[in-house]
């Protein structure tokens, strides 16, 4: 991310968005498998799936296809473009406002690091409005295809109630009154030796329907509340661990230059031009590790309540049973308690994986989106990276 206090800055946003639309798919598409194993890892299963991210990508693809790594690619790579360019543009322009208004006056957001770290987290919640109804359908296309057995329904996992969790044998079947039986109506019991009958198999695309005529729109936004509480804290780590990162790497940078490694002082070592590289990449893997690690409770939940295909269950009469609650806290809570607190922490090596370099990509990217969509005036057309003589205008580099 450029700095947020960067002088005399105005950007083309065409530019802005056509350049970040163009470099922003391929890496989405390459990592894509990643967030496949994330996925699997992170869901509820009956089975258990291995913490060995290559385990995971071989079982897939000997028992699904390498297609099935991909599943739900196409969705996710729309809304996850989308989204980026919405959110380094929101980032770059209350940046820009903000120095134009002289930081509101508020002192502590001339500190680059607060300022980066608000803006970050403000972006981050403006936009994931935007990318929930990507997030959600992709990661049910990604479990109902990428699943066990290569089988869309015993990919699916049967929706928690209490009745899946009975003991196992079958009493005698709750007689229903005549008064809904007259009316038709729903009868929601608590029973919780009630026999389920599970959905029958379907294509994702027909689960999708039925979860969508049962929901409404909620379905598309199931999870909005428990992604905010994920990208709040990745966010929040996330471009603060980024500035501080950028010092540490300048900083090496000039060390590195003072050990005289190239006796021609013509060449400096590392060259000027892969200055802006080396720190956006470097420091854009720092900020990344410190949002996943911060973020991956919460990440854990998104999952859980997001990839739960919400069919509602009946018993062998017909008689409809409550669908499971995804509440926030609800689900928090049967995680801990069931599966323990390093269950939180499920699928966080593969997404560490998707992230670091992701991270290091995204600022990379956006660095040169930036770069090549700032309009500079006449006496402002110096190069973007300069040498570095001293610690004290290191910022030159931007």
């Not at 869309?152 to 003991?167: G, Y």
């Not at 969508?212 to 804290?233: C, D, H, I, N, W």
């Amino acid at each position: 991310m450029p700095p947020a206090d960067l002088d005399r800055s105005k950007i083309d946003f065409q530019k802005y968005y056509f350049y970040g639309t163009v470099l922003n798919v391929p890496p989405i598409l390459l990592m894509y498998p990643m967030r496949t194993v994330r996925l699997l890892q992170q869901r509820k299963s009956s089975v258990p799936v291995s913490s060995s991210i290559f385990t995971v990508i071989r079982d897939v693809q000997q028992k699904n296809g390498t297609r099935a790594l991909f599943a739900g690619a196409t969705v996710f790579s729309l809304g996850l473009t989308t989204t980026k360019i919405l959110q380094f543009a929101t980032y770059d322009y209350m940046a820009q406002k903000t120095k134009e208004n002289d930081y509101f006056e508020i002192e502590v957001l001339k500190n680059p690091s607060v300022l980066s770290g608000v803006l970050g987290t403000i972006s981050a919640v403006v936009t994931t409005f935007f990318v929930v109804p990507f997030d959600m359908v992709s990661q049910q296309i990604t479990i109902a295809k990428a699943g066990a057995d290569g089988s869309i329904a015993s990919a699916a996992v049967p929706p928690t109630t209490a009745a899946s969790v009975a003991p196992p044998f079958t009493p005698t079947t709750p007689s229903l009154s005549s008064t809904a039986v007259k009316t038709k109506l729903p009868i929601y019991v608590t029973g919780s030796f009630e026999p389920l009958q599970p959905p029958q198999p379907m294509p994702i695309s027909e689960s999708l329907k039925l979860q969508f005529k049962q929901e409404g729109f909620r379905f598309l936004f199931r999870g909005y509340y428990a992604t905010l509480m994920s990208t709040v804290p990745f966010f929040a780590a996330y471009f603060p661990a980024y500035e501080y990162s950028k010092v540490w790497v300048k900083d090496g940078i000039n060390y590195v230059r003072t050990m005289d490694f190239n006796k021609d002082k013509d060449t400096p070592f590392p060259p000027p031009e892969v200055h802006q590289l080396i720190i956006s990449s470097i420091a854009g893997c720092c900020a990344s590790l410190a949002g996943v690690m911060i973020s991956s409770p919460s990440d854990m939940v998104k999952t859980r309540i997001q990839t739960e295909q919400r069919l509602q269950p009946t018993n062998g009469t017909g008689v409809k049973l409550p669908v499971p609650s995804l509440k926030w806290m609800d689900v928090f809570m049967e995680i801990w308690k069931k599966e323990g607190f390093m269950k939180f922490f499920s699928g966080t090596k593969a997404r560490a994986i998707l992230a670091v370099p992701g991270g290091a990509l995204n600022f990379v990217i956006f660095d040169f989106v930036r770069s090549v969509s700032i309009i500079r005036d006449s006496d402002d057309m110096k190069p973007l990276s300069l040498p570095l003589p001293s610690a004290a205008n290191n910022e030159a580099l931007y």
